[in-house]
């Protein structure tokens, strides 16, 4: 029986394009590695799935399958939910041990072909020779336990095989970036040609998503070095914390803002932070869309007296924004210079976020996903951003402190 006709008996299900053409590759025997890079819940487990029993059951002689992945393999679940619908097939399992339908570790048919589940360590796996390799979750595994796993293929079959969204950078992600160097079939499909995924839960994940994220995770896209999020999702998630925007050093801490100015499209950004020693909490965030300065100054050196800080950073540019607020506070607003300053700016607030030193309390939702969509060279949208960036920068040499001036509230 074909894979195609194999698949619709075993799950009831038909195939889409993409994966249609996925299984015949699974099952190709010029073809011998291969690489799916789709987005999450699109059937690239399934259809691998489908394919071990194809193999097993299918194919004239006996083969030897290995499903290795860091933590529990989702083709194998798929495997033992196929044997659970195909009674028939389950009846020829020979291996004991069994936990439901299928053993953990894998099975023995009778015809002889067996399916070995491995987990964890590149240990775990050497030496095992085997015709079939499936590489789970393969942006995930290291590189050396991709390479030990090359080294067990043998037989005339002899087919290594990974799948993933490429949500992280590695072995995988190099490879499916540069398939013809290594010698790769990469197969690439997307959430959006599946069915099952729904326009409202689609729009929500464009809404809520990063660029970035939505191209790995939805379209299942490997990203360019530039295109790679400068803030790590899973590094602004350790820097969210469920507590109250106030302030928590008491005496041991300070205030310090930062203000970023724009009119239209960006916006005029004022951050305020609490610094604890090498920590940062962000306390506030106040943003002006289409006002002009002269117009919100008041409202910023107000804004300035009533938090006291130690010091107020603000962008040099536009150059007419400067001065426009001191008459309205006794501080001194420190003007950095962005040709000066902005890659020591953005560098440290990216150390910051790497090394979990920023407290966001969770209800500031904009400055989390700025965060998530920032990118290098990116000309709006990233104004929160700046001004916590510059409310955080520590120069090499540090700013004076000292208040100056008389406010002055009209």
Known sequence: MDILSFFKKVTGLVPTVDQEQFLLGLTNFDLKNLAASAGRQTGKSLCSA????????????????????????????????????????????VQEGIAGLVPLRGFAIRKGSRVHVRKGTERQIRGLGVDICIADEAAELPAKMITTALGNIRGKVSKFIMLSTPHKTGLFTEIVSNPDKYGFKVYNWSELNCSWHGKANLDLKRKTMSTQEWQMEVLGQVLSMAERAYFPSKHIDACIIECPCTR????????????????????????????????????FIKAWHKKPIEEIAPEIGQLIEEWNPSLVKADDKPAEYQHKIEPYTKHKIHYLSAPMHKEAIISQMQRRVRMHQLIIPDHFTNIILELRK??????????????????????????????????IFN
């Open 50 to 93: 489908v394919a071990v029993l194809w193999w097993c059951f299918e194919y004239s002689d006996p083969v030897d399958v290995l499903l290795m992945s860091t933590m529990d393999s989702y083709v194998y679940d798929h495997v033992e939910q196929l044997f659970a619908k195909n009674p028939d097939l389950a009846a020829e399992i």
């Open 248 to 283: 928590e050093g008491g005496a041991l801490s300070s205030i310090e803002i930062g203000l970023d100015f724009g009119f239209d499209p960006c916006k005029t950004v004022l951050v305020v932070t609490e610094k604890i020693f090498a920590k940062r909490k962000l306390l």
């Open 374 to 407: 920032y990118h290098r060279g990116k000309r709006c949208g990233d104004d929160i951003v700046d001004a916590l960036a510059l409310a955080c920068y520590e120069p090499a040499v540090p700013l004076s402190t000292k208040p100056t001036g008389v406010a």
